[in-house]
């Protein structure tokens, strides 16, 4: 059971139907074409349907390369003989006095972008900081926030397009060495977040784990070298290298492990 609604489910089938359609789209003629911005969900879906749709040329970025919400972009170079860039902008977001700012969440700076009437499509990773915020989100609609959005609970604040690779700190992630019986997911996120088996086998049981950007439905699938996981709610890590023995016959895996 993956928690999704009937209503989802029926979104999730009309994305379905549009990832196909934008990927004959692409390959008839001869042209690139985008999606808006899909959260893990939503991309999960496009690997549902991943067969059907690879003859087209499947890219995902979402601004930097660490991005959770992504475009899905249909066309390659080699096929198109050009290369389109992705039509995302980056926007900095800051008090217009930093003195008597509140200390805004994400969630701050979502409900006010979404209270100007915007897409959430429209909207990819917002990124708060000490001060100041980075949002990504599609260049069609960067000019209108940028005019719009003039308040963020009772903070006043000015927003400029800016070049995320120069202004958008890399996200440091924190080395993390775990041991554990198995290579087990849900063994790992129980030790990298500290939480109880049956906390972990919830977010299982309501979808909220990812693996490489897939839904993770089996709790024991093994992880390796690479692999990224995302346990919605609790956060975002990465296995660095392989297990390896301890002398207690343990495994030791080491986790960046993101903010």
């Known amino acids: 059971c993956t928690g999704m609604s009937v209503e989802n489910e029926k979104e999730i089938q009309q994305l379905k139907n549009r ?15 985008f999606t808006g911005f899909l959260g893990l969900a939503e991309q999960d879906a496009l690997w549902q349907v991943e067969r059907e749709v690879k003859f087209a040329g499947i890219t995902l970025y979402g601004g930097r390369e660490e991005a959770e919400r992504k475009l899905l972009r249909f066309g390659s170079e080699a096929e198109l003989g050009y290369e389109q860039p992705f039509p995302i902008c980056c926007i900095r977001i800051r008090p217009l006095s930093a003195k008597f700012a509140d200390k805004l969440s994400h969630r701050d700076y979502l409900g006010a972008l979404m209270n100007l ?12 900081g000490e001060g100041e915020a980075f949002l990504f989100c599609l260049d069609t609609i960067a000019e209108f926030i940028c005019d719009n959005l003039e308040q963020i609970r009772h903070t006043h604040v000015k927003c400029e397009v800016v070049d995320a690779a120069a202004e958008v700190p890399q996200e440091e992630p924190v080395r993390q060495v775990i041991q554990v019986a198995s290579p087990r997911v849900d063994a790992v996120i129980s030790k990298v977040y500290n939480k109880s088996r049956s906390d972990c086998l919830e977010l299982f049981r309501v979808g909220k784990v990812y693996v490489n950007g897939r839904l993770c439905e089996n709790n024991s699938k093994p992880l390796e070298a ?7 709610g609790y956060g975002k890590f990465r296995i660095n290298g392989e297990p390896h023995a301890t002398r207690k016959g ?3 895996i080491e986790a960046e492990v993101y903010p």
């Open 19 to 33: 990832i196909r359609e934008l990927a004959d789209k692409s390959y008839n003629q001869n042209q690139y074409t």
């Open 117 to 128: 009437g915007i897409e959430r499509s429209t909207i990819g990773d917002i990124l708060p």
């Open 226 to 232: 690479g692999d990224v996981v995302n346990a919605r």
């Open 250 to 252: 343990k495994l030791a």
